[in-house]
């Protein structure tokens, strides 16, 4: 079948900023799996996906405004240095951090004895982006992923 909306999709991915060696990829891992037009993943690979079949590679560049949006200025917010656990905290570092509003990636800016300074934009935000994918599966979602807007199973939220 096709890749459209409400289709779940499995697939292997690697991407890297256009023109630089690759930032992250699931090989070696299992497929991530996604339930499509439920803002699983960014816009410019879900449009991308779009009328794909089950063994396809492709590759697409996706623009920062369709990947993780331009960078902003002033998100910086300063830390209680016990949130991170202990961690061993360098500037320039990406870590999750757990937040009201559940993980996120931040940047480290700077380490103080008690506080840290991170940036809060996303570790991809402002870079346009180059993807290689290769579709594993395509099915059907089921009524409950439907109603819970993500996968179950392998690749998807274990619950
Ligand atoms: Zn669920």
New binding site residues.
């Given amino acids: 079948m096709n890749i459209q909306k409400d289709s779940v999709v499995r697939f292997h991915y690697t991407v890297s900023e256009q023109g630089q060696e690759p930032m992250e990829t699931s090989e070696g891992r299992d497929p991530l799996a996604i339930l499509v037009g439920h803002g699983n993943i960014i816009p410019g690979l879900e449009k991308a996906m779009e009328g794909r079949t089950a063994g396809e590679k492709f590759e697409v560049d996706v623009s920062a405004a369709e990947a993780y949006g331009e960078r902003r200025d002033g998100l910086t917010q300063r830390v209680p240095k016990k949130h991170f656990e202990g961690q061993r905290l360098q500037p320039g570092m990406q870590v999750v951090l757990n937040t009201n509003f559940g993980p996120r990636a931040v940047t480290i800016q700077k380490v103080g004895m008690s506080v840290v300074d991170v940036d809060l934009n996303h570790p991809m935000a402002g870079k346009d982006l180059h993807f290689a994918i290769e579709v594993i599966e395509v099915r059907e979602a089921s009524a ?2 439907l109603e ?1 807007g ?1 996968v ?1 199973g392998a690749g998807g ?1 274990q ?1």
Wanted: proline residues 0%; hydrophobic residues 0%.
């Fill in positions: 409950e992923e819970h993500h179950h939220h619950h």
